[in-house]
Nanobody, 125 residues
Framework: EVQLVESGGGSVQPGGSLTLSCAASGYPNSRTSMGWFRQVPGKERETVATVDSSGRTTYADSVKGRFTISQDNDKNHLYLQMNSLKPEDTAMYYC???????????????????WGQGTQVTVSS
């Protein structure tokens, strides 16, 4: 069974930085894509950044140039480096994974199969 556990959330002032981590285990195979998503109560979940099985990355326009997604070589850990944080970045952040590339899932209007429990990020002065 795939398990994803996020960590690294917290409270930070505008302009600050945080690094989120996602520890993954139990993948059915090595061809797995992963991503970070976020959700604010009352709003739809938003794709923040993804990395597919080939290493290609995508970012939401709102975080380009500020956030960086990365993973370790064995793909057991996914990271999201968040710089120049803004109050509008406040949300619950989720790690997700699937054996289908995230870009393909998005094109099909589908959600990833595996999700973590989330970690809260609050940006406030």
């Amino acid at each position: 069974e795939v398990q994803l556990v996020e960590s690294g959330g917290g409270s930070v002032q505008p302009g600050g930085s945080l690094t989120l981590s996602c520890a993954a285990s139990g993948y059915p195979n090595s061809r797995t894509s992963m991503g970070w998503f976020r959700q604010v109560p009352g709003k739809e979940r938003e794709t923040v950044a993804t990395v597919d099985s080939s290493g290609r990355t995508t970012y939401a326009d709102s975080v380009k140039g500020r956030f960086t997604i990365s993973q370790d070589n064995d793909k057991n850990h996914l990271y999201l480096q968040m710089n120049s944080l803004k109050p509008e970045d406040t949300a619950m952040y989720y790690c997700a994974a699937d054996t289908v590339d995230m870009t393909t899932l998005q094109a099909l209007g589908m959600q990833p199969k595996y999700w973590g429990q989330g970690t809260q990020v609050t940006v406030s002065s």
